[in-house]
């Protein structure tokens, strides 16, 4: 199940630095041998981490963080439930075949002790007695998963940081440079359409309890500000939470919306509680009555788009809206 159907608190900013060194040691034929380099970096928490090297056996607690670790090329031996990951992250597939290390907001010491790992990378999102549990199996590198402040500029520096524990930044690069050039891409395909500056207002939705609860994704969310970036105009008023940038509110606070706004969702048919729009709204009064319902103006993007990912789900989700927005 979806954590973050609940708002992530407040969590703190920490600036992420790295050094490295490399160490010389005389070889028994007199020859200066070179050792592993080794890595010292801080974390999200302002922990100072120490490897040996780069780390090659990592395991991630989050989804997000899984993911940049597979876009730069390291494949997890541990992910928190990966059902669920590859039921909702298609943009940046497992590769191979990771224990699973238990739940997102519970992931198993025992399990995670017995792979041995070189790193675990955790989010802040985790309560501080687990990541100190943890940090007696193995060095843990936390990572901010989100920040409403500057939903972008986290998401690349947290690629960056990874990218430096596991000595990929030539790749975190690479993947940073295709983020820039796809938001341009679809920025320019949006504006050819004549949709610069279309209000826009992205959601998901879920049920609980026979309720349908539907979740806004104001200008402080990743998604938000990718939209910005493309020339939309968010059309939410609700606030967001400081951390994902997330809002709530229900069929009755869709009225709030305008009236020639584009209405965008992202559901999962592998998670039936999370298609609330072809499903228990579908014959709702409030619903079915709203202008831009009325107008055809609501736009299901693809199931496995995951809204708190990296740079290759976002990728995704620019693709999705450009084909939806501008088809015929």
């Known amino acids: 199940m979806r954590r973050h159907l609940v708002t992530a608190a407040v969590l703190t900013t920490a600036a992420l630095t790295l050094t490295a060194c490399g ?35 990592v395991v991630g607690t989050e989804w997000h963080e899984v993911e940049l670790l597979i876009s730069l090329g ?19 597939p497992l590769k191979n075949e990771p224990k699973d290390i238990g739940t997102r907001g519970e992931p198993s010491m025992d399990t995670i002790a017995a792979l041995k790992p070189d790193l675990i990378v955790a989010s802040t999102d985790l309560p501080p007695a687990a990541v100190k549990q943890l940090r007696k199996v193995a060095p843990v590198v936390e990572v901010k998963s989100a920040d409403a402040a500057d939903p972008i500029g986290r998401m690349t520096k947290n690629l960056d940081l990874l990218a430096r ?21 679809g920025r320019k ?47 939410w008023t609700v606030k967001g939470d400081p951390a994902y940038g997330l809002g709530t509110t229900d069929v009755e606070g869709l009225t ?21 729009f072809t499903g228990a709204l ?34 995704q989700y620019i693709d999705s809206v450009v084909t939806e927005l501008t088809k015929k």
Do not use: C
């Open 189 to 235: 395909a949006l504006a050819g359409a004549g949709l610069a500056g279309a209000k826009y207002a992205f959601a998901d939705g879920y049920l609980v309890s026979n309720q349908t609860s539907i979740r806004p994704f104001t200008g402080g969310s990743l998604i938000g500000a990718v939209n910005e970036k493309l020339g939309l105009k968010n059309d």
């Open 23 to 57: 160490t010389t040691e005389p070889a028994a034929d007199g020859k200066t041998e070179k050792t592993a380099e080794r890595i010292t970096l801080t974390d999200a928490s302002g922990q100072k981490v120490e490897l040996d090297g780069p780390a090659k056996k």
């Open 282 to 315: 579908a014959k709702d009064k409030v619903w079915t009555s709203l202008p831009f319902v009325k107008k055809g103006n609501v736009h299901r993007l693809p199931d496995g788009i995951w809204m708190f990912g990296g740079p290759e789900s976002m990728n």
């Open 256 to 276: 709030k919306l305008s009236a020639d706004v584009h209405f965008a969702y992202i559901g999962n048919d592998g998670d039936r509680n999370s298609t609330p």
């Open 165 to 185: 524990a596991t000595g990929t930044t030539e790749k975190a690069g690479e993947l940073k440079k295709r983020f820039e050039a796809k938001i341009e891409e």
């Open 74 to 92: 390291v494949d997890p031996v541990g992910v928190a439930d990966v059902k669920g990951y590859k039921t909702w992250d298609s943009a940046v």
